[in-house]
């Protein structure tokens, strides 16, 4: 699959992962870059030197997406792909989120992706396009200390897996990406967790480069090409063994906490 003058909407391009496929892509295809933050998306049109049409859209809240249909439907006649990019990361112990909190990471991970999704499946039904869905490899292993989270990218694997059962032979095609530890703001914020899981970090153009390649490829489900797969068997043949290491990881993160 050749992905050249196409209509690609991402949401959250303007960090991370997000960022790297617009930079990617743009060379070849008509953008829509949707974000929270709209001055980082026109300083990356500017980096690149590019007219990526631009768009403030929050996902989370369902007016904004409301607004971005209706004005990216008056200005494009098709749309091709959605990069279902944008995402919220979190680490904390479960009873230590508030009830916001929790609403925000899935309403933005799952209800935003969701939502924003169903607002453009007529547009791809037409084109016989592409929905690309980022998730992650905690929505394979869940984490302690990552239970929102991974609930949320859980999920949105499971999400992914039923599009694609449902669309595909009607040409739409639906793509689960499920990338490591990736080197982005979200990560630093998280990192005085993360670091006792000692895991391996990527970097977003790494991951973007791999998803954009195996999408190509037309590989349905992608994930890095690592040994981390070896415990997504593991996980699935013997749970206890994950259920064992990670409880133990879980409680050198609680003793921490909790020094005299």
């Known amino acids: 699959m050749e992905i050249e003058n196409k209509n690609i909407i991402i949401t959250g391009a303007g960090d991370g992962i997000g960022k790297e496929f617009v930079k990617i892509l743009s060379p070849k295809n008509k953008l829509i870059l949707l974000g929270r933050d709209i001055e ?122 039923s599009l694609r059962r449902e669309y595909n032979h009607l040409g739409v095609k639906v793509f689960y990406a499920a990338p490591r530890a990736t080197q982005t703001k979200a990560l630093e914020k998280t990192n005085d967790i993360g670091k006792f899981f000692k895991m391996n970090i990527d970097t977003p153009e790494r991951i973007a480069k791999h998803i954009i390649k195996s999408i190509k490829k037309g590989r349905n489900s992608i994930y890095p090409k690592s040994f981390e797969k070896i415990f997504i068997l593991i996980q699935k043949l013997f749970p206890r063994l994950i259920d064992n290491n990670l409880g133990n990881v879980s409680k050198n993160i609680y003793s921490s906490q909790h020094k005299k």
């Open 40 to 161: 980082k998306l026109y300083k990356l049109n500017r980096e690149l030197n590019r007219n990526n049409y631009v768009l403030k859209c929050d996902i989370s809240n369902e007016e904004d997406i409301n607004l971005a249909y209706n004005t990216i439907n008056n200005k494009f006649n098709k749309i091709d792909f959605l990069f279902n990019n944008a995402g919220i990361s979190s680490a904390k112990q479960f009873d230590q989120y508030s009830s916001k909190e929790i609403s925000e990471i899935l309403n933005t991970n799952i209800l935003g992706t969701i939502l924003i999704t169903k607002k453009f499946m007529n547009n791809l039904l037409q084109s016989k396009g592409c929905v690309v869905n980022i998730g992650s490899m905690f929505g394979d292993i869940a984490h302690p200390y990552y239970s929102i989270y991974s609930a949320s990218k859980f999920a949105i694997r499971g999400f992914s897996d």
